[in-house]
């Protein structure tokens, strides 16, 4: 599986937008983007995946870019509750698991 | 609709000892994946079941077994455990198609002193 690369950390307050990026510059045809997050004493979670198309859910915005070596979740309105570590990562379209790296370790500020 | 169930939450074990770690699958899904999560980093992956077969491993040592029962519950078995095997250990359970979602359980935390 290709590799992807995320910020150690971020911060944002409270009720503003979060964008967190994602680097994937040798990402594959095949490869689909997905990212996860995992809350505090948590299992991670499904947050939204994408291929080449911008994708939205009720969670959170993925905007892929042209070249599809970089992409960006979207978190509209943070909240308290979003403050967990976020998994960008690639996965083939045959692929059965997941790759984790680090992730990007958010903060939320009130 | 339960989601996926791990037991027990934790665990403490001496080196030498053997653990087994139990998962259940959220309903209506098939297969189950099981990670390694050590302090302060990402899940790795250990291995996945499907139709009762181990149908990827990760880079882990034979001591890492397992096994997928006929009602998709799986066991996780780790033998002459190491302190480098103290971690959580996540179960995430998929239907079986490509690109499906995995839905992890709450995991349990291993300790072996």
């Known amino acids: 599986d290709a590799k992807t690369t995320q910020p150690n950390s971020m911060e944002s307050n409270e009720e503003e937008p979060v964008h967190l990026p994602c680097n994937h510059s040798?990402?594959?045809?095949?490869?689909?983007i997905h990212w996860y997050r995992q809350l505090p004493s948590q299992g991670p979670e499904y947050v939204i995946h994408?291929?080449?198309s911008n994708v939205n859910n009720r969670m959170a915005s993925l905007a892929i870019a042209e070249d599809r070596k970089s992409s960006t979740l979207i978190l509209h309105r943070a909240t308290l509750r979003d403050a967990a570590v976020y998994y960008c990562?690639?996965?083939?379209?045959?692929?059965?698991?997941?790759?984790f790296g680090p992730g990007t370790r958010l903060s939320v500020l009130p | 609709d339960a989601g996926v169930t791990q037991s027990p939450t934790h665990l403490i074990k001496t080196r030498g000892q053997q653990v087994t770690l139990r998962c259940s699958p959220k309903?209506?899904?098939?297969?189950v994946s099981w990670y390694q999560q050590a302090l302060g980093q990402g899940p790795q992956f250990i291995f996945q079941?499907?139709?009762?077969?181990?149908?990827q491993r990760g880079n882990f040592p034979d001591r890492f077994s397992g096994h997928q029962f006929p009602n998709y519950s799986s066991e996780l078995n780790v033998n002459a455990l190491l302190l480098g095997d103290s971690a959580l250990y996540l179960c995430?359970?998929?239907?079986?198609?490509?690109?499906?979602?995995?839905?992890f359980g709450p995991g349990t935390r291993l300790l072996v002193l």
């Open positions: 995430a359970s998929s239907l079986s198609g490509a690109q499906e979602t995995q839905y």
């Open positions: 040798t990402i594959s045809g095949t490869d689909y």
């Open positions: 994408g291929l080449t």
């Open positions: 990562i690639l996965r083939d379209v045959y692929g059965q698991n997941f790759v």
């Open positions: 309903s209506g899904h098939d297969t």
């Open positions: 079941y499907y139709e009762e077969e181990e149908r």
